[in-house]
Each structure stands twice: as structure tokens, then as C-alpha cells.
């Protein structure tokens, strides 16, 4: 499991450099998140219509390792854009990934980017 | 506890700088909650227990040395020895080695099985040991000891499926707290809950071949018992001052004078170790307050210990509330005891009031002990008693019920309001109308008022209330950061301006881009005043709602078709078998005469429900926030007893109401005699058959705090019953607070049960018909909201585990069990 969790870093957009298109904007859902694959990696994507940014991380809630995020509801805290775990409402912020909650552990995140309607994520590997 | 509380009145203190930390603990862990140690079962790791992380220490410039024991003192050259052979000077030393427990000398007490019960290695000790002993089909649990820890104890071992007894040497339980008549109502209390209580029995021996088996007691008895777990008094843990020549006294403890200075130089002794007054304290606040005359001492002013230590203590032992305050046997020439008893209820108060009625000195509350902080108020600050004493516990009878304190403003400045922490209830009006705080969590947070035990935090509620009131400020329930407004008020607004989406509900009530509080309870409100299901606006939908089904442990679903009244035909019970054991799903019935199917994937939801909505079936809504079920028993159709045909009016109403999403879910049960095999009596609503029609009851639940639905009306006809529960549902819906369950929202209304009487059976408020007809339309309007997802390709699309592939999740993990399967464990 530990294992799994290390396969999941964060990038930032200055980082990436593999962009790997995963859909068409109309693919996923407004306002809510969806999973994508790439490799054996689960990505979630959220799209927020309010401020119409796109927000990518981990599908693995690092709290009891189970592929979930992508499910979880979105929305903001004191600003900053965030998801609640569908198991136990852990949040994250999806700017950094750092607990809401004020626990220890994080998810990684990824960069979006849309261009001709199409949807892109940046990976180092 | 109480050395940890010293570090943390040192760290905040201005003179701080000027001294260096030292702290040595002989256990691993830093200093934790042994208050709530018995909460360590059911907590998934020690760390909540802590007072303070490791961190804390680190940041506040304090050095903390766990798993080292000091074993000897010098006081002339002022320095500690640890087992480790270093040492380190001091200028001051603070002993805070509380106690350990006192374990008689029983024959046999050093058998295996049997522990004591003080910190988290003894719980983890136990619990492995009940394991170990529940794998060999052992059961039997005992306690030695009925006092406070003992009944703590023994809840606990009953949490750990074990049968428990408990074993006390006096005529009563918890002996220096309750009298004779109290403990014969905590006993009735305890053992209908499965703990059996032995009083009055004197351990003569523990016996078995190699671990424990039984213990005999003196007077020829015996129990049989596979572990026994000692909790019978404790012991100071003075033996370091023994060693080093400072006074302890005859029955241990070291001696401390009000600056709790022991007989040696700079040396200070707080906590159950100390010996003030002639007596030890096993309780926090006494401990507290003593951490607070240290540091004062040490950083030079000259505060001083209290002459008399109050031993007051409200809480919950095995699920029931027991309270003890000031002196609780006290009766004389001059002060009486007030009784009252109801063993209907299971409750105790007694009070002992002067003669002349005006003053309290103490009294005890077993089953019951709400009065308590009041109570505790009048006692402590000596206040004049109404003028019939026996209001405080019975409630003044006829007229409007008023609290005898008046309001919580009415207390002196200087009254106590948190024990544990020593907050006065001016300290906590200062930190609001000195603009330092705006709400309860604020004052939590700067006073520590109600941040220990918690027993006082309703009186806490009620003077920020009060004080924020006496400012101009309104107090309110508020949704979250992005509304705020309450769960009623957004109603109503959504209702009056015909708000249709959450976007739009945002854009002119609220802020921000809402959240997993506030959207789920705009999307209840949508569903309760248009009847739309989940989903029209999917991304408001509490996750388990956006995909129409209960999010299992490893992120499958489980599958609960509708099965109104519980009544199912053969052939629908083999769709139910055959599209089980095509998914592979874990099969289960449910507490609600249903059949759960586990394991499904997200993927599979939709050809699972196209193959159960072929066969019939609906969405059981066991997802939502909604109607789950009306259970009912067989009736008179079959019953030899049955009076009216419950199965047949349980199904009309569940048809009635499937689909009515709720502040909260709601359940209902429809008995067809008194017997009650429907349980409707634990439901929401509950429907009793008896001569001449039906008993209708509300605000009924099972779970955690289980509570018996109220009678609200009698011998009414099918249709008056279906129209009252059309008016008690809409007006629950109406006024609710966010996830309140019926039973808490009743608790709540003004006026209770007779008020809610007034408004549905007599109609006080003249909007009975307006309920009936809004519940009306909402009947009208119901569709099954599984059925429109796998006829509509759009809505399918949610269903899909990735999007730019279409494999299905191979994380996902299985394990054999009883011919079924189950999640890999977390």
C-alpha cells in the first residue's frame, strides 16, 4: 500500500513535462469529479463552472487507501477549492493537497490544461 | 493529565522565558486522556487520546522524555536519576506521578487473565486477552471493583462482546458518591443492559488451573469467570518522595501545604499523588487547579489551593447519567433530603436543602441529571433557593416551566462554569463582549471552558447565547461558510422566491462556491418542496445520492431494492437471488425487511437495476436522506393475535411516502396489536393497531440513542392516521435543522409533544390543510429516480469508472467469506 501511495507525487505545471490528453471537456461532468487512467495511475478531474477552473489529483484517498476521490463532492473553503472523501469527508485543498481537516496526510496533485477543447494533464514520467 | 496541564498554564505564561523544561514520563506515549480512556476501543488509534501532540512540546520549548523513569531524588544537590543513569539538575521539581491502581492481596492474583485497568498497554492487554479468549468460546468477563473506573471497566469489557459482571465489597455501587436507594437504580439501570452486579462480596481467593476460572468470595459463593479486570481503588505513586525522606502520609501520597510545596526544598507535588488536606483527589479539576498554584508559585505570585475541594462529578457510566455534587448524604437537624423516585423511567434525584428551604448542600441524580449544572450553580455559589425547593428536581408543576436559576446572565460574575478548567462565567461574558470572540468554538478555544469533560458546555451554550443576545446579536444555526442563513430559513427562501438550482440559490443568498455541507442540504430542500430527484442537479447530491446507491467500505456499492411493508412475492425474491449471484453480490437482509446486495461496482449499477426494475422493483432509496422503510408485522390477515391488517396499511403508507427526502432519513413500523413484533414504537413514526383503530407514535429511533416514539394520537381510521403523519412529516420537513432525526428535533420544539399535538391533531396553527395538500403534490409527483438514470444515456454517463478508458477499476480486492465475500480489510 505504501507502495501505491509513493506512485502518487504532485507536479506542478512548471514540472510536467508529458501533457497526456484524457478526454473532450464535454466528457466530464460540471461541478463534480470523474476519473481518468493513465498507465496503472487513477487521476481525478474536477471541472468548477463558478470559476471555470479545472483541477486534477489522486484517486487514492490516502486516509484508508481506497480508489474514491474521483466521487467525492466538491466546493470551497474560505476560498480554496477542495474534495470531500465519499468515505469519511476527509477534505483536501486541490490547490496543494493538503488535509482540511488538519490531519497529517495529503494527496498529490496535477496540472490541468485545456486546449481545442480537449483536456490534459502533466506527468514527469 | 494534571503534569501536562502544568507544562500548558507554564507555556502561556508571560514570565515563560525564564525557564527551561524538562519533562520525564516512564510511559511511551506523552501525556493523554485517561477520562476518556474507556473511548480508546472504540477509536481507531491512541493518538486522539493525547493532551497535546509531540510537536506541541517541540514548539513550545519543552523536552519531553518519554519511556525514562526517574528513579531517585537528591534533594540536597537538587538532581533526578533516570533508569538511563544520567542525570539533571533543577531548580524547581514538580512531582506529577499520579497513581497506580491498588490491587488487594487476593491468592491467585497473578494468574494470568487477570489485569488492571490504567493505561493504554492494560487496554490493548485486554482486549488481545478477550480476543484470544472469544476464539476459544470464553465469554465470561468480571470486575473487581464498583465504583467509578469499575462500571467504566466493565462497559468496556461489555463492548468487547464479553458477558461482564461486577463485583463490589460495599452494600452499593460507586460508594462515595451514591446512597443506597441511587445505587439500587444504577444496579436496575446496569443489569438490564447485561452487566450483573454482585454487591457486598469479599474476594477470598482467584482460582483455575493455570489462568483464571472463577473467584471465590468468603461468604462460600463463587463466580465463574474467564478474565477478571481489577479496578478497585488506586494508590498514589509516591514512592520516589518515600525514597528521598519527604513526608507521604500513613496511607501514602506525598504531603503539599495550599502552595502545594512538599516538605523538601523547591520541590512541589501536584495531582493524585499529592496529599492536601488530608485526602487524595482521583478527579481532574481538583488536579487542575493545583497545576495552576504551581506554576503561580514557581513564577512568583502568590496564589493559594482552595480550603475545601469540591468533589462534585456529573457523567455517563454503562449509558446512563449519574451526577453527585457537594456533599450528596448529608442529612441532619438542619438540612433535609428532597426524593424523588420513578422506576418507571429509572430515575433518582435527591437533593438535601436547610430546613428553612433556602439553601442546597448536595444532592445526587441517577438516569437523569440535565438539572445537574444548574444545580451545581445554586449549590456552589450558595444561592437562594425558589420558594419550593422541590421545583429543582420535579420542574415546577402547572404554568409556564421557567428555570429556577432564571437566567444564566442572573449568576454571579465569579460562579464556576467549567470545573476541570476553572472558568468563571465572567471570564467567558469577558471574552465576547470584549470582542475577542463571536461564537461557542471561539470561546472553546480562548477560555478552555467545556474543553475537558464536556459536561458543562450546554450552560456554556446558553451564556454565549445569552451574552451575544444582550450585545443586539441574533444567534443562529447557520448552514456553513457559503449560507448564512439555517436549514429553515433557506427553506423558506427558496420556497418564497421560487429558487430552482443551487447556482442560483449561491448567486442570491449565499457565497463562495458552496461545499459538502451546504450542498447536500440545498438538494434536500429541492427534493422536499419539488419532489425532484437526485438527479436532475447530480453534483449537489451527497456523493451516495449523485450515484443512487451506498458506498461500501473498499468503494463498491451495495444494491437495496424497495420491498414495501416487507411483503414479497417468491418470484421477486428469485430475481433478487438470480441477479445476486450473476454480479457476484454479498447478500444480506437488512433491519428493515429488505435484501442488500453487496459488492457491486459502479459500472454494474445500471444493468443490476435495469435487470431489478424489469422484474418490478423501484429504488429503495437506502442511499438518501428519505423514507428507507415501513416495517410491519404479519397482522391479522395470518396472526392468530393480530387486530387490523398491519402489512396491507404499512404498505399504503410506505407507497405513500417512498421517494420523501428529509432533513435526515425516516423510518416506520406498523404493529398489527400491541404486542409490537413491527418495533414502529423505535421508528420515526409508529402505528399500533388497538380497539377501535389505530395508535399513532412519533419521533422514535433506534442506533445510538435509542428513543420510543411518543403517542401523539388514538383509535384514529386509516385515513385521519394517514392524514396526521401527512402533517407531522411536512412540518419536520419544514423546520428541521440540517441531519436532525425526528426524536432530537422534538427534544427541541417549544412546547414538546403537546405542542406538536396542538399543531397536527387540533390544528392551532390553521395549516393543516396546507400540509396535507403540499404532501399531496409530493405524492403526485413521484417518480423512481433509478428508472429515469438507466432510460436517460447522459445521466448514464456518471456511471462510467474512467473516462478515457473503458476497463473496470482493477484496484479493487476481495476475500472469501461463508460461502460469500467481503472487502479486503482496511
Known sequence: MEELLKSYQTVTPQHAINWVKVGHTDDFPENAGACVKYNSKQIAVYYFTRTNSWYACQNLCPHKMEMVLSRGMIGDSQGIPKVACPLHKKTFSLEDGHNLNGEEYSIATYPVRIQEGNVYIGFVD | ?826
Not at chain 2, 50 to 67: E, F, H, S, V
Not at chain 2, 539 to 567: K, M
Not at chain 2, 703 to 712: C, Q, S, V
Open chain 2, 1 to 826: 493529565m494534571v503534569g501536562f496541564k502544568f507544562c500548558e498554564k507554564l507555556a502561556a505564561h508571560p514570565l515563560r522565558d525564564q525557564f527551561e523544561v524538562l519533562v520525564f514520563g516512564e510511559e511511551s506515549r506523552p501525556a493523554y486522556d485517561r477520562v476518556h480512556l474507556s473511548e480508546y476501543f472504540s477509536l481507531d488509534s491512541a493518538d486522539k487520546l493525547l493532551l497535546a501532540p509531540r510537536d506541541w512540546y517541540a514548539g513550545n520549548n519543552i523536552t519531553l522524555r518519554t519511556g525514562e523513569m526517574v528513579t531517585s531524588i537528591e534533594v540536597d544537590t537538587k538532581r533526578v536519576f533516570t533508569h538511563k543513569h544520567d542525570y539533571f539538575e533543577y531548580d524547581y521539581l514538580v512531582l506529577a506521578t499520579g497513581s497506580s491502581p491498588f490491587v488487594p492481596t487476593i491468592k491467585g492474583v497473578d494468574k494470568p487473565g487477570v489485569f488492571i485497568y490504567r493505561t493504554i498497554e492494560d487496554l490493548d492487554a485486554i482486549k488481545d486477552y478477550a480476543q484470544k479468549l472469544k476464539h476459544e468460546g470464553k465469554f465470561k468477563a468480571a470486575v473487581l471493583g464498583g465504583g467509578l473506573l469499575g462500571l467504566e471497566a466493565a462497559n468496556a469489557a461489555k463492548e468487547l462482546g464479553m458477558q461482564t459482571d461486577v463485583i463490589e465489597f460495599a452494600p452499593r455501587l460507586m460508594p462515595r458518591q451514591l446512597d443506597k436507594a441511587a445505587s439500587d437504580m444504577l444496579q436496575h439501570k446496569i443489569e438490564s443492559l447485561g452487566i450483573k452486579v454482585h454487591l457486598g462480596k469479599n474476594s477470598q481467593e482467584i482460582v483455575g488451573a493455570e489462568g483464571i476460572e472463577g473467584i471465590d468470595f468468603t461468604d462460600d459463593t463463587a463466580l465463574q469467570t474467564d478474565m477478571l479486570i481489577i479496578s478497585a481503588g488506586i494508590r498514589p505513586r509516591d514512592e520516589l518522595a518515600v525514597k528521598c525522606g519527604l513526608q507521604t502520609g500513613e496511607r501514602g501520597g506525598i504531603y503539599v501545604n495550599n502552595k502545594m510545596e512538599t516538605s523538601g526544598p523547591s520541590i512541589y507535588a501536584i495531582g493524585e499523588v499529592a496529599l492536601y488536606n488530608n485526602g487524595i483527589y482521583g478527579l481532574v479539576a481538583p488536579g487542575y487547579e493545583m497545576a495552576g498554584v504551581a506554576v503561580d508559585q514557581i513564577t512568583g505570585t502568590d496564589k493559594l489551593m482552595s480550603p475545601s475541594i469540591d468533589m462534585s462529578t456529573q457523567l455517563k457510566l454503562v449509558g446512563t447519567e449519574v451526577a453527585s455534587f457537594g456533599a450528596p448524604f448529608i442529612e441532619n437537624d438542619d438540612i433535609t433530603a428532597i426524593i424523588y423516585e420513578n422506576k418507571q423511567r429509572g430515575v433518582y434525584k435527591r437533593i438535601n436543602v436547610s430546613k428553612d428551604g433556602s439553601l442546597l448542600h448536595g444532592g445526587i441524580m441517577v438516569g437523569d441529571s440535565s438539572d445537574y449544572n444548574t444545580l451545581f450553580q445554586l449549590y456552589i455559589n450558595a444561592m437562594k433557593l425558589p420558594e419550593n425547593p422541590e421545583d429543582l428536581i420535579l420542574g415546577s408543576r402547572g404554568g409556564e416551566s421557567k428555570s429556577p436559576l432564571g437566567s444564566v446572565l442572573d449568576l454571579p460574575e465569579t460562579a464556576q462554569i467549567c470545573s476541570c478548567e476553572a472558568v468563571s462565567k465572567g471570564t467567558i461574558c469577558n471574552a465576547i463582549t470584549s470582542g475577542a470572540c463571536t461564537s461557542f468554538s471561539d470561546v472553546v478555544k480562548q477560555t478552555k471552558a467545556s474543553s475537558c469533560c464536556g459536561g458543562c458546555k450546554p450552560m456554556v451554550v446558553d451564556l454565549v447565547n445569552a451574552t451575544l443576545k444582550s450585545l443586539g446579536q441574533e444567534v443562529k444555526d447557520t448552514i456553513c461558510e457559503h449560507f448564512n442563513y439555517s436549514r429553515q430559513e433557506m427553506y423558506d427562501l427558496v420556497k418564497l422566491h421560487n429558487i430552482l438550482d443551487f447556482d442560483e440559490a449561491l448567486d442570491r443568498h449565499g457565497r463562495g462556491h458552496g461545499c459538502e455541507t451546504c450542498k447536500p442540504i440545498l438538494a434536500s430542500i429541492f427534493a422536499s418542496i419539488y419532489m425532484e430527484t437526485a438527479n436532475r442537479q447530480a453534483p449537489i447530491q451527497d456523493s451516495n445520492d449523485r450515484f443512487l446507491a451506498n458506498i461500501q467500505r473498499n468503494g463498491t456499492y451495495s444494491v437495496v431494492p424497495r420491498v414495501p411493508g416487507g411483503e414479497i412475492t417468491p418470484q421477486k425474491l428469485m430475481v433478487l437471488g438470480e441477479v445476486a449471484k450473476k454480479y457476484d453480490l454479498y447478500t444480506k437482509i437488512t433491519g428493515g425487511q429488505r435484501i442488500d446486495l453487496f459488492g457491486a461496482q459502479l459500472h454494474e449499477l445500471p444493468m443490476i437495476w435495469k435487470e431489478l426494475i424489469d422484474a418490478g422493483f423501484e429504488s429503495g432509496h437506502a442511499y438518501g436522506k428519505s423514507l428507507r422503510t415501513v416495517k410491519s408485522c404479519v397482522g391479522s390477515t395470518w396472526c392468530r393475535f393480530g387486530m387490523h391488517d398491519s402489512v396491507s396499511f404499512a404498505i399504503r403508507i410506505e407507497e405513500r411516502y417512498k421517494g420523501l427526502r428529509s432533513p435526515h432519513k425516516l423510518k416506520g413500523g406498523v404493529s398489527g396489536c400491541i404486542r409490537e413484533c413491527a418495533e414502529a414504537r423505535g421508528k420515526d413514526f409508529g402505528v399500533i393497531a388497538v380497539e377501535g383503530g389505530w395508535n399513532l407514535y412519533v419521533c422514535g429511533n433506534g442506533g445510538a440513542n435509542p428513543k420510543h416514539a411518543i403517542l401523539l394520537a388514538e383509535q384514529l381510521d386509516d385515513d385521519t392516521c394517514i392524514r396526521y403523519l401527512d402533517r407531522f412529516l411536512i412540518y419536520y420537513i419544514r423546520t428541521a435543522a440540517p441531519l436532525q432525526r425526528t426524536a432530537p428535533w422534538l427534544d427541541k420544539l417549544e412546547g414538546g409533544i403537546d405542542y406538536l399535538k396542538k399543531v397536527v391533531v387540533e390544528d392551532s396553527l390553521g395549516i393543516g390543510e396546507e400540509l396535507e395538500a403540499e404532501m399531496e403534490e409530493l405524492v403526485q409527483r413521484y417518480a423512481c429516480e433509478w428508472k429515469e438514470a438507466i432510460e436517460d444515456p447522459q445521466m448514464l454517463k456518471r456511471f462510467k469508472p474512467f473516462v478515457n478508458s473503458d476497463e473496470p477499476d482493477d484496484h479493487l480486492e476481495f476475500v472469501p467469506m461463508r460461502e460469500q465475500k467481503m472487502p479486503r480489510p482496511w
